[in-house]
């Protein structure tokens, strides 16, 4: 194979040089930065710690206010992923807020069984997330019993 000529070395090197500025500019952003949790108000009464422990493993990250925050997400761009997943998850359902008036507590056991969550994207990182088959059905189980039926 021909080695690249000094023409196309040069459109390389430029390409890399702005892909590096480029980065270097969205870390500016300031979306996805805040990472605050805030105060945790009301927890569920878990039927058993092995429900609470399945539930901080495989939703809390994104349905609490007690994110842990990895590394990346202060990298943009998947910082702005990771913050949106928070925002919209703790919107949807938080159960530091048990009592919130539009808390999808009712829900939460349904989308375990229908395998929706925790987002398969997030397993791929987050290996103590990904539930066996016994695992999924005691969450499941324990959900409901915390949470009450589902609709
Ligand atoms: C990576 C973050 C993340 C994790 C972990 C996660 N969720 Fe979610 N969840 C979301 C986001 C984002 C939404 C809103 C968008 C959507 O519905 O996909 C959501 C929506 C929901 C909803 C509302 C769905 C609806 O139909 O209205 C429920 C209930 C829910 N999640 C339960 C859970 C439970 C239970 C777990 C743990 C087994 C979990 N989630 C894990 C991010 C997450």
Redesign the pocket.
């Known amino acids: 194979m021909r080695r690249p000529g000094p023409r196309l070395r040069k459109v390389l090197a430029t390409a890399a040089v702005a892909g590096i500025a480029v980065f270097g500019a969205i870390q500016l952003v300031p979306y996805g930065r805040d990472h605050t949790n805030p105060p945790v108000l009301a927890e569920p009464e878990w039927d058993s710690p092995a429900t609470a422990n399945?539930?901080d493993r495989?939703?809390?990250?994104?349905?609490s206010n007690e994110t842990r925050w990895p590394w990346y997400s202060n990298v943009a761009p998947v910082s702005w992923l990771?913050y949106?997943?928070?925002?919209?998850?703790r919107?949807?359902?938080n159960f530091s807020e048990m009592g919130r008036e539009d808390n999808?507590?009712?829900?939460?056991?349904?989308?375990?069984e229908d395998e929706?969550?925790?987002?398969f994207?997030?397993e791929i990182n987050?290996p103590e997330?990904r539930?066996d088959d016994a695992e999924r059905a005691a969450?499941i189980r324990g959900?409901e019993q915390t949470l009450g039926t589902r609709d």
């Open positions: 399945l539930a495989a939703c809390f990250d994104c349905h990771v949106r997943d928070v925002i919209q998850g919107e949807e359902l999808k507590v009712d829900k939460a056991a349904e989308t375990v929706e969550m925790p987002p994207r997030y987050h997330a539930l969450l959900l």
